[in-house]
């Protein structure tokens, strides 16, 4: 009778140390997913050459991403509503970010180089925080730099002096090794009614994607 009650406690204590472990599994499993407000590719995509030029008059060129985690966005000085939302999120969150890695930049890719100057972009920018980039070029360049971003734009009535341009809400996240390495998705904002990037689930995610780097 004594050597069944033991058998029985074994079984308990076993049971319950196996539960222990599949219950920290589980946890530790729901700890490090990643959210829907991201897409990750299954293979990071090597940028192609790409010639913009920066606020500072300097060439911006793919170069410019390596050895940084990169948050891009693509916009104009002119947007009347997601860019300075977007930018003023990133900007909320900045120190946050640079805490998850100090070499992570937020760069601005202006999709309107008519009335986007390296002048207006840097006062731009700064206006926001003076750590972040912006870069354009003509649309010849710009267009297929944006594209391997995984991002768009359009230009609506270029011969009208005051047009809009449409373009991505979404933030394109190049890894250090110059490499589109994931997109985060906009959802609309119940309040504005306009698309934005989550702040705070690009940091809860990008944390997890900087954890997992060549882990």
């Known amino acids: 009778m004594a050597n069944t009650s033991k058998l029985i406690w074994l079984l308990a204590l076993t049971l319950l140390v196996a539960g222990t472990l599949s219950g920290i599994a589980w946890y530790n499993n729901r700890a490090n997913t990643l959210t829907k407000a991201v897409v990750v590719y299954p293979e990071p995509r090597p940028l192609k050459a790409m010639a913009l030029t920066d606020a500072e008059g300097q060439p911006f060129t793919e170069q410019r991403f390596q050895d940084h985690w990169s948050l891009v966005f693509v916009g104009y ?7 300075p939302t977007t930018l003023s999120d990133l900007a909320r969150i900045y120190p946050e970010l640079t805490r998850l890695s100090d070499k992570t930049q937020v760069v601005f890719v202006s999709a309107d180089p008519g009335r986007d100057t390296p002048e207006r972009l840097k006062a731009y920018t700064a206006h926001f925080n003076p750590d972040f980039i912006a870069a354009t070029a003509e649309h010849a360049q710009l267009m297929p730099a944006v594209q391997q971003l995984g991002l768009i734009y359009g230009v609506h009535e270029r011969g009208e002096q005051d047009y809009l341009v449409d373009h991505s809400a979404s933030i ?3 890894n250090p090794d110059a490499q589109l390495h994931a997109s985060f998705r906009p959802v609309f904002d119940e309040g504005s ?5 989550d702040g705070q689930l690009l940091l809860q995610d990008l944390e997890r994607i900087i954890a997992r780097w060549r882990g």
């Open 77 to 83: 000085t002119y947007c009347p509503d997601i860019c």
């Open 172 to 174: 394109a996240l190049i």
């Open 193 to 197: 009614g306009i698309p934005l990037v």
